[in-house]
């Protein structure tokens, strides 16, 4: 029978802590392949920059500021944790070995969170706004004829859709930037937080010696631009459709963005997983049935298809 005292209760901290770490190295996240992560020193972090890409223009006059056409896109932090209780008697009965599969699991699920607020957030893209006020995925995003946003809007559109089809969306996203296409903003990291001291309410009322992990954390859009919204079937061809709509894109005063030409990746969900890396890795595919063809795809993207999408 063990006794709890500091001692014991330290070496126990210890244990857990390192099953956390090793749990921790053996998830492997997604979400850094589309997501840029932004430290966040508030409870909020204001975007009101989005909308203006830097550019240079020839200096006549005054400058342009591009600061004229600001956006409020608002992030808000939000607390996330997920506790193990540890029953006294389990550590006087030295049974503790079940719980170190726990912490590791513990671990690995604090590495992948990430995932679980990015790919959902990009999924409901189609339906939920983002900087300029239209949906990230959306027919209608509108871009100034002026570069300081006093001329005319046009809309441009970042999604394929074939009302016939009915399988999951998939995505094709510029990475190439220092922003990426979606916002991971991040107030504290997760943190490895024990409640272990024998005279806590908790020991005392419930015998449970607490084990927990917490963040703050949340996800928005960056820049819709930088990704195109495929609910048609994945192809050869429709893959590049997806890359000439977005080498489409313009900014405010009409000035090309340079962007679906280099670090590409393809976010596919598990039911196309392996279709995609067919059209990514093959040297020779198939050209709508006209017959075997060299494959200028190849290579040109990456391919994730993510737990969480």
């Not at 190295?25 to 850094?32: I, Q």
């Not at 690995?108 to 339906?127: H, I, Q």
């Not at 908790?202 to 195109?228: E, T």
Request: charged share 25%; glycine share 10%; with cysteine.
């Amino acid at each position: 029978m063990a006794i709890v005292n500091s001692a014991t209760l330290n070496a126990i901290r210890t244990g857990f802590r390192k099953n956390f770490e090793d749990g921790k190295v053996k998830g492997e996240p997604m979400y850094a392949a589309v997501a840029t992560v932004v430290p966040s020193t508030t409870k909020s972090n204001t975007y009101g920059w989005l909308g203006q890409w830097p550019g240079f223009r020839e200096w006549i006059g005054d400058r342009v500021l591009k600061s004229i056409k600001e956006h409020s896109y608002e992030i808000t932090n939000k607390d996330y944790e997920s506790t193990v209780a540890v029953d006294r008697n389990d550590i006087e009965d030295d049974t503790l070995g079940v719980y170190a599969p726990m912490m590791n699991e513990l671990g690995y699920a604090a590495s992948v969170f990430p995932d679980e607020l990015v790919f959902p957030l990009l999924k409901a893209g189609f339906t939920t706004t983002c900087y300029d006020g239209q949906y990230y995925f959306d027919t209608d995003h509108p871009v100034n004829d002026e570069v300081d946003g006093s001329g005319s809007d046009t809309s441009f559109s970042n999604v394929i859709v074939d009302g016939g089809y009915t399988g999951e969306a998939w995505y094709l996203m510029d990475t190439n930037r220092s922003l990426k296409p979606i916002i991971f903003q991040e107030r504290k990291g997760m943190q490895f937080v024990p409640m272990d001291n024998p005279n806590d309410e908790a020991v005392f009322m419930n015998k449970k010696f607490r084990y927990g992990v917490d963040c703050r954390c949340n996800v928005g859009f960056g820049f819709w631009q930088m990704a195109v919204g495929v609910k048609k079937t994945l192809s050869y061809q429709t893959i590049w459709d997806a890359i000439n709509l977005m080498r489409s894109f313009k900014a405010d005063g009409g000035r090309s963005l340079g962007l679906g030409k280099n670090r590409l990746t393809l976010v596919v969900p598990s039911s196309l997983h392996k279709l995609a890396k067919q059209i990514n890795e093959r040297e020779l595919i198939d050209d709508g049935g006209v017959g075997a063809v060299s494959n200028e795809l190849r290579g040109m993207f990456n391919v994730i298809s993510p737990d969480y999408l």
